[in-house]
Nanobody, 125 residues
Framework: QVQLVESGGRLVQAGGSLRLSCVASGRTNNIYRVGWFRQAPGKEREFVAASWWSAIITYYADSVKGRFTIARDNAKNTVYLQMNSLKTEDTAVYYC??????????????????WGQGTQVTVSS
């Protein structure tokens, strides 16, 4: 398995920026894709962004396209989520996850195998 630890979440004003980090350890050589998801109170976990581990191919939810950027540093086993122009509706717990066998859609949370514990992002008005 792969262990994941997210960090970087905090309270920020609308229009501000944050960069989340996710450090992976364990069997990182088995990672096919890495994704970011978020979950707000009372809502289902939703897809935010994803990337192939060994290719410059990225995907974004329409709600964050143009504002968020996913990036990787494979040598450091770290994935980042740069969040700009934050909105109050971005408030959620953000999770990173890895897909170890590429068995389905990058946007489906059920296709990911290992998850971090999440980091809270709160955007104030």
């Amino acid at each position: 398995q792969v262990q994941l630890v997210e960090s970087g979440g905090r309270l920020v004003q609308a229009g501000g920026s944050l960069r989340l980090s996710c450090v992976a350890s364990g069997r990182t050589n088995n990672i096919y894709r890495v994704g970011w998801f978020r979950q707000a109170p009372g809502k289902e976990r939703e897809f935010v962004a994803a990337s192939w581990w060994s290719a410059i191919i990225t995907y974004y939810a329409d709600s964050v396209k143009g504002r968020f950027t996913i990036a990787r540093d494979n040598a450091k086993n770290t994935v980042y989520l740069q969040m700009n122009s934050l909105k109050t509706e971005d408030t959620a717990v953000y999770y990173c996850a890895v897909d170890l066998h590429y068995s389905g859609s990058y946007s489906n949370a059920n296709e990911y195998d290992n998850w971090g514990q999440g980091t809270q992002v709160t955007v104030s008005s």
